[in-house]
């Protein structure tokens, strides 16, 4: 039997990232002095970095504000040991499974790639997963603009597999319509950061990690 590829989505899937990154934005925010009163409300983990600047200052937008944010959030991310964030029970061994039957396991996240490094060195999730992928780890992606369909397509390409091989596990819309482009089976995670409306765009969902390994296709 040909190996499966299983992509699996970091925040809001593996872990629960919210509060590091929210303390990072405000304080990026605050060193280029610019003020969101709503940010708790209107902001959410997970989206690109561009893709929530555009959402939180629609009027001021420019690609040189999405990347001094980009910039500034970085040195805050990266740096501050990531207190705050907390691995989902039971996904990691979810992830043993699938590798103890010889299936291939890789992160495909929107996050930038040194934050995801650090972080996958901190949890150890290197360890078992046989791959990051981020965006802005390619050299046609210099600020962060490869979303997550042009990633998976990517990720296709370079471990050479079909889309009727792979899954992608993920909590929001943003990974079931990157998988329906690149015509992957989108399984939903009920744990995440997803609504209901962005949860039914999965074909299936779990609310347990250990129904993951069960999954057929």
Known sequence: ??????????????????????????????????SCPRFDEDFVAGPPIEEM??????????????????????????????PNTFEYPGVLDAV???KARGESVVIATNKRFAGAKAM????????????????????????????KP????????????????????????NDFDAAAENSILPVGVAWGYGKPDELAKAAILVHEAKEIPAIGF
């Open 1 to 34: 039997m040909k190996k499966r590829l299983w992509m699996f989505d970091l925040d809001g899937t593996l872990a629960d990232t919210d509060g590091d990154i929210r303390a990072s934005w405000k304080a990026a925010l605050a060193d280029l002095g610019l």
């Open 53 to 82: 600047a555009r959402i939180l200052f629609p009027d001021i937008y420019t690609d040189s504000l999405a990347l001094a944010i980009r910039e500034l959030f970085g040195r805050h991310y990266d740096t501050d040991g990531f």
């Open 96 to 98: 043993r499974t699938l």
């Open 120 to 147: 996958a060195e901190k949890f150890g999730w290197m360890k078992v997963f046989d791959a990051l992928y981020a965006g802005d780890m390619h050299k046609d992606d210099p600020i962060g603009k490869l979303r």
């Open 150 to 173: 042009a990633l998976l397509r990517l990720i296709l390409k370079e471990r050479n597999i079909r889309p009727e091989e792979c899954v992608m596990v993920g909590d929001t819309a």
